[in-house]
């Protein structure tokens, strides 16, 4: 089904809920992406950050609409947003341990059938963005450092070559200086061209990046900011917990 909207949108999710089992953990909310933006998301510990991102990507039970391009998606079919050209960095990574580095980004394009040509050229994309995947792919993926894995999940992501890239808390449990590397990366990816959403819990490095930010409270989208606007915690604080 065709949705109306603006000719720049992208992404424009409407009245979204998602519930595991009998506990709603999104109440229906709305928000919209459009071309070339890097949106941040961020909201306090249990605010229902990573299931908007799931709900999006039809991963948890849901209703409401998301239109990509305008199409309404088949949001039950993971797959066929991916094809698309949504394609969801989940929390934890998601790589493949036993395989190497070089298996899991092959099976990033392998994964929605992409010919070799456009295989190599991005593969020689992702390597040059990520130069330490370069010198390891022939390592097993489970043995590269919480960093290196972070970025392999999203060079692998890459490799399918996304019109927009939903990445849930990329930072998790790394050290600063990896994650300068990887936001560097991310804000390089935005600058070319890629449509990027950001869920974050440490908001001085998504306000960094983001052009805009939504903030999500109990469940639900309570602000949309300039991250202009934000000069402080006490700033962030007040939305937090409105
Ligand atoms: P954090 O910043 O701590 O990762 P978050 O904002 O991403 O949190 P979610 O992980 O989306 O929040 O969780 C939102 C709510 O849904 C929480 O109350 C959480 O306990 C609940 N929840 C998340 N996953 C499940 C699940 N698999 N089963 C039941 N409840 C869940």
Redesign the pocket.
């Known amino acids: 089904m065709s949705v109306e909207v603006p000719e720049n949108r992208f992404l424009e999710v409407r009245e979204l809920t998602a519930n595991?089992?009998n506990?709603q953990?999104l109440r229906p909310t709305s928000f919209h992406l459009d071309k070339g933006e890097f949106v941040a998301v961020l909201?306090?510990?249990?605010?229902?950050?990573?299931?908007?991102m799931r709900a999006t990507m039809g991963l948890v039970e849901n209703s409401g609409s998301v239109a990509f391009l305008g199409q309404e998606t088949k949001r039950n079919n993971p797959a066929n947003l991916a094809s698309k050209g949504i394609i969801l960095v989940p929390?934890g990574r998601g790589i493949f341990s036993p395989m190497t580095v070089l298996e899991n980004l092959e099976l990033g394009a392998y994964l929605l059938g992409s010919r070799s040509t456009v295989t190599g050229e991005r593969m020689s994309k992702v390597l040059g963005l990520f130069p330490r995947l370069k010198e390891r792919l022939t390592q097993i993926a489970g043995s590269l450092s919480g960093g290196e894995q972070q970025m392999l999940a999203v060079g692998r992501a890459l490799m399918a070559g996304p019109k927009l890239l939903l990445l849930d808390?990329p930072s998790l449990g790394l050290a600063p200086r990896i994650i300068g590397e990887i936001l560097e990366a991310l804000g390089q990816l935005n600058r070319e061209g890629l449509t990027i959403m950001l869920?974050e819990?440490k908001a001085p490095l998504a306000l960094r990046l983001a052009s805009r930010v939504y903030i999500?409270s109990l469940?639900r989208v309570v602000a949309e900011i300039d991250p202009r606007e934000i000069k402080s915690h006490d700033d962030l604080a007040h939305y937090y917990f409105t």
């Open positions: 595991y089992g506990v953990a909201g306090p510990n249990g605010a229902g950050k990573s299931t908007l929390e808390e869920v819990q999500l469940g």
